[in-house]
């Protein structure tokens, strides 16, 4: 397809769209190869920099208007971790609640018995079509992939969800599932699968083609799923939030609803919403409150309600010291949005779930190996915990699994050799000296090509520092020292 930049009268081609960190089965994910990808995708690389950013400018507007902010971040993270710290007794209770309520209860331990019980539920009912809308748990569990291998046909209702499911890909955001793509990748997109025309990028003509095409799934199916946002122990009830309406639609149309619900997304009362409702929005992309924010308390009449509560490896996260306190995150994607490296490299190029910097703190959690380079996709700046409305320590943990990684051999032979040469350096303050020595009278005479190669990954997009006639040491030493001996 060919686009036309009419500042400059010419047809130009089309840059074709960047893909995400190849798969090669229990290996280590090369996060930063497919990085490069995208960083080279100048079109790409500068319209994901420049929407996210937005998003952050746009929270921190909003946020900033709220004088109790930081009070609600405090109380936020303090009910996350009292419901953390009596999960079991808010797991009953919420189960007893919602059976009162008329709801099905099932307990899921992982991805695969998550699958079983939904498969089982809609060959129960003889269903061949469920339309849901976004879960990142589903996503976790590799549902969509389960149920199309049994014969089942699911359908995305949620706009970035269903684009990145015609493309076969997943989605790059936990709250903005397509936000890697350009218009014109999504118009490709539905050309190709929806037969629409492939050069109408049109925004709300896009809209508009994808919500004819999903509307007969929804009004035909035989179910409907939705994620859970919050599950409030006290009454049994789930809360939904969502922007699009889709949520309420698969829930409400088809005559059963299943709710897929990780066991961190328990709150203790229905007041505590008032606290996470106001932030959730905000926090992710700067607007008040979402479109929809939906209570499901029970089945409508002549309907069937379940609710699949899932462990999947949370209880395990619960147990480890420096990584639990991850579960008290509500998924509002704003550390991703202010993640540098997150902006400039793209979430598929982390080749998991879960992206940015609270993928890089949960994905090894999952698989420890196969995310081992995540934890090294950071700048460590702190801007993630910064942000987050639940008060995670997020790049402390990213450092944490930093040491994780080196203590299990986890690093790959160029890196640990590095650390350790650099180890040895730094921990001599003789042999730093000279280091330092050597490296300025390097910089000052070599030749640019002998610095600037391709050898050298560093160089490759910075410039190097001018070196000094003089080093902080040499003149700390010339004019403080006052003839004092310095330790060696
Ligand atoms: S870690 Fe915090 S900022 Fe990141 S998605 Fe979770 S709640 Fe939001």
């Not at 690389?45 to 004088?67: P, S």
């Not at 971790?81 to 079991?88: F, K, N, P, Q």
């Not at 049994?150 to 359908?155: A, K, N, Q």
Request: aromatic share 6%; with cysteine.
């Amino acid at each position: 397809m060919t686009s036309f930049d009419t500042s400059k009268g010419a047809p130009k081609k089309r840059e074709p769209q960047p893909r995400g960190a190849k798969e090669r089965g229990n290996k280590p994910i090369n996060q930063s190869e497919a990085a490069d990808r995208f960083i080279a995708s100048t079109v790409h690389e500068k319209m994901h920099d420049d929407r996210l950013w937005t998003l952050r400018k746009n929270r921190d507007k909003i946020t900033y208007a709220i004088e109790e902010w930081e009070e609600l971040r405090e109380l936020a993270s303090q009910i996350k971790l009292h419901t953390l710290s009596h999960l079991d007794q808010y797991l009953e209770m919420f189960e007893r609640n919602a059976r009162a309520n008329g709801v099905h209860v099932h307990w899921a331990k992982d991805g695969a018995e998550h699958n079983r019980i939904v498969h089982k539920i809609l060959a129960d009912h003889n269903v061949k079509t469920l339309v849901k809308s976004k879960s990142m748990l589903t996503e976790e569990c590799g549902m969509r992939h389960y149920l199309d291998a049994v014969g089942i046909e699911v359908i995305e209702t949620d706009l970035g969800e269903r684009i990145q499911q015609l493309d076969g890909e997943d989605p790059s955001h936990i709250v903005v599932p397509a936000v890697h793509k350009t218009r014109e990748d999504v118009a490709e997109v539905f050309a190709n699968h929806l037969g629409t025309d492939p050069n109408e990028s049109d925004i709300p003509l896009l809209c508009e083609q994808q919500r004819q095409k999903t509307r007969p799934y929804i009004l035909n199916a035989g179910a409907g799923m939705t994620g859970c946002n919050f599950a409030v122990a006290e009454t049994g009830t789930v809360v939904v939030c969502t922007n699009e309406g889709n949520a309420d639609l698969s829930a409400n149309t088809p005559p059963l609803h299943i709710v897929s619900a990780g066991i961190e997304k328990l709150v203790p009362r229905a007041e505590d919403l008032g606290v996470f409702i106001r932030m959730l929005s905000r926090n992710a992309v700067g607007s008040p409150i979402t479109q929809y924010t939906s209570h499901f308390r029970g089945p409508r009449d002549g309907a069937e309600m379940h609710i699949v509560l899932v462990d999947n490896g949370r209880t395990e996260r619960l147990g480890m010291e420096e990584f639990w306190t991850s579960l008290k995150c509500i998924r509002c994607g704003a550390c991703m949005n202010t993640c540098p490296v997150y902006r400039r490299s793209g979430g598929l190029s982390y080749g998991a779930v879960y992206s940015g910097p609270i993928g890089i703190i949960l994905d090894p959690t999952i698989n420890r190996r196969k995310y081992s380079s995540l934890p090294f996709a950071s700048t460590m700046n702190g801007s993630c915990t910064n942000v987050c409305p639940v008060k995670i320590n997020i790049h402390e943990q990213i450092f944490a699994w930093r040491k994780v990684m080196a203590e299990n051999h986890e690093l790959p032979v160029i890196k640990k050799t590095m650390m350790k040469a650099a180890g040895e350096l730094l921990s001599s303050p003789a042999l730093y000296r000279t280091a330092i020595r050597s490296a300025d009278s390097a910089l000052r005479i070599l030749p640019r090509f002998l610095v600037y190669n391709p050898l050298n990954t560093w160089t490759r997009q910075r410039e190097m520092p001018e070196a000094p006639d003089q080093s902080f040491h040499s003149w700390w030493k010339k004019n403080r020292m006052n003839g004092k001996k310095e330790k060696a």
